[in-house]
């Protein structure tokens, strides 16, 4: 079996998308922690009944993955979108 990278195409993005992250969950009522904003997921994971622990997960299965990505992902599209949204309408 081939192992895949997580390489971010673009790494210095990375603490941006942790801090939106932590912005968009806290408008959703979730406990965030601004100085570790990617641990809301372990909130979503006890809220889901997914057994998720800080290191390797490899127990997880995809759906119980799905179930803690998903929330977390979903949210912050639903944001970008309304941003994307909001920028379009002033340009009008």
Do not use: C, H, W
């Amino acid at each position: 079996m081939m192992s895949r990278r997580r390489k971010s195409l673009v790494p210095e993005a990375r603490s941006a998308l942790d801090v939106f992250k932590g912005k968009v969950m806290a408008e959703k009522g979730y406990t965030v922690d601004p100085n570790k904003p990617n641990n809301v997921k372990y909130e979503v994971a006890k809220e889901q009944g997914v057994p998720l622990k800080e290191g390797y997960n490899g127990q997880l299965t995809s759906e119980q993955a799905g179930k803690v990505g998903g929330p977390i992902g979903g949210n912050m599209v639903k944001e970008m979108i309304r941003m994307a949204q909001e920028q379009l309408s002033k340009k009008k």
